[in-house]
């Protein structure tokens, strides 16, 4: 669904040269999830966090916290790693969304 125009966000735990920024999207430097609050302040028609299995643990809460005050959230990240273990804490975002989207590449 296309959300109305307004800004869109994408919080990332490193700097990400793939995300150029544009007129849509404004890349943000974010290497901690407590610094969610800081960006849920930006009136964001969506924020999508890249490179979600970077994060600590305090994603969990934090992407709790914005989804309770009404932001759409799109997170994109590893669910396991090379050995097929869950990959921080990728199973619990997961277990908790309302939609997943899983890509395979071979």
């Known amino acids: 669904a296309f959300l109305a125009p307004s800004e ?11 995300i ?20 849920s302040q930006i ?3 969506l924020i999508a966090i890249a ?6 643990d305090s994603i969990v809460s934090a ?4 989804a ?4 759409h959230l799109v997170l994109v990240g590893l ?10 804490s990728m199973g619990t975002l ?3 969304a309302d939609h997943v989207t899983k890509l395979h590449a071979i």
């Open 51 to 56: 490179e979600a299995h970077f994060y600590p």
């Open 94 to 96: 997961l277990a908790e």
């Open 79 to 88: 669910d396991v790693d090379y050995r097929g273990y869950a990959f921080g």
């Open 20 to 39: 150029d920024g544009g007129p849509l999207i404004t890349p943000i430097l974010c290497d901690d999830p407590e610094q969610f609050g800081a960006v």
């Open 43 to 45: 009136d964001a028609g």
């Open 63 to 66: 992407v709790r916290l914005l």
């Open 8 to 18: 869109r966000l994408a919080p990332t735990p490193v700097p990400d040269l793939r």
């Open 68 to 71: 309770s005050e009404g932001h």
